[in-house]
Each structure stands twice: as C-alpha cells, then as structure tokens.
C-alpha cells in the first residue's frame, strides 16, 4: 500500500476513475463515462459528488514509486485498495482491456503480487466483466463473479490458487 496519506500525484487531466468504476448511487455501470464528468477536465458536480466518488483513492496519486506512465489516462487503468486493504484491484478501460498485459505494467504487477502475498493480500484484474487474479507464478481467470459470489484465495502453501464460491461458503472468511 501506499505510503502517504497525502497526494504525490495531481489527476490533472486524467479522468479515467469516471469511466471504469461503477457509482452505485449514480446507477452509473462500470466502463461508461459518467454523466457528470467533462472528460479529461473533471467532475462537473465535485462539490455534491456521491460518497463512493468521495471516499474512492487512486492508488497512482498516493504511491511516489509509480511513475507517470502509471497515470490511468495513460495505463489505461486505475487501481484501487479494497476489502480494507486486502486486495489492489485495476479497473480496466474496456476499449483497451489488456492494456495492463504490456511493459512496464505486468512485470511490475507480478511483482507487486509476490510481495502481497506474504501479507495475505492479492492483485486482481476487473476487465469486461471478468476477474483475472494476478499471483506470482500465474494468472487465473476467474471469469465473471456474479453478486452472489465472492473470490477466496488461498496465498500459502506451494500451489497458491484463486477461485469463486458462492459468499454463503463456510470457506469463506471476510477480512
């Protein structure tokens, strides 16, 4: 996770947050610009904008480490900490869904996934609907996870894994 609580990073013209992520409130689905957002300006409803809009951290604006070819308008991507931290998630842009695939991301990604590991955290991948799990030896396509079911990992042992099972599943532990 990031080291800072303070921005290192300025969205300036990046907008890419209003395309990928989903805005409950907004009935907004994920992939499709907002309504409210004047591309590559930002938001025209800032000062009322949703809690979800409110509370959302772009991991590119508190992490010094990544560059500026790590600025979503230009990876084509925004990454987001979820599950309290347990999880860094890319939401891709559907017209370049395997930008995340390409130098210098993967490589980096794949590094990022060894070092969560050990702390019982994980990388995945949201594109066109599916999840991809990002871990060191492999990538595992989930595909889509339907709202009655949830990712379980297991990051210990010599064959981690990654796999849906339905969120009543006593495997299942919520961090």
């Given at each position: 996770?990031?080291?800072?609580?303070?921005?290192v990073?300025?969205?300036?013209?990046c907008t890419?947050c209003?395309?990928?992520?989903?805005?409950?409130?907004?009935?907004?689905?994920?992939?499709?610009?907002?309504?409210?957002?004047?591309?590559?300006?930002?938001?025209?409803?800032?000062e009322?904008?949703?809690?979800?809009c409110?509370?959302f951290?772009?991991?590119w604006?508190?992490?010094a480490?990544?560059?500026p070819?790590?600025?979503p308008?230009?990876?084509?991507?925004?990454m987001?900490y979820?599950?309290g931290?347990?999880?860094?998630t890319?939401?891709?842009?559907?017209?370049?869904p395997?930008?995340?695939?390409?130098?210098?991301?993967?490589a980096?990604l794949k590094q990022?996934?060894?070092?969560?590991m050990?702390?019982?955290?994980?990388?995945?991948v949201?594109?066109?609907?599916r999840?991809?799990?990002?871990?060191?030896?492999r990538?595992?396509?989930l595909?889509?996870?339907g709202?009655d079911?949830?990712i379980a990992?297991?990051?210990w042992?010599?064959?981690?894994?990654?796999?849906?099972?339905h969120?009543?599943?006593?495997?299942?532990r919520?961090a």
């Amino acid at each position: 996770m990031p080291d800072t609580d303070t921005p290192v990073h300025a969205c300036g013209e990046c907008t890419m947050c209003c395309k990928v992520m989903a805005v409950d409130e907004l009935a907004k689905p994920a992939g499709r610009w907002c309504g409210h957002c004047d591309i590559a300006k930002g938001c025209k409803i800032y000062e009322s904008r949703p809690g979800e809009c409110r509370t959302f951290d772009c991991v590119w604006r508190f992490d010094a480490a990544l560059g500026p070819e790590w600025r979503p308008d230009t990876a084509h991507f925004v990454m987001a900490y979820e599950i309290g931290g347990k999880r860094l998630t890319l939401r891709v842009d559907p017209q370049r869904p395997d930008a995340w695939k390409q130098p210098p991301y993967y490589a980096r990604l794949k590094q990022m996934a060894r070092q969560a590991m050990p702390r019982g955290q994980y990388v995945m991948v949201a594109s066109l609907g599916r999840a991809i799990v990002i871990l060191p030896e492999r990538d595992i396509d989930l595909g889509t996870v339907g709202p009655d079911e949830r990712i379980a990992t297991r990051l210990w042992g010599p064959d981690p894994d990654a796999f849906k099972v339905h969120k009543s599943d006593s495997r299942l532990r919520e961090a």
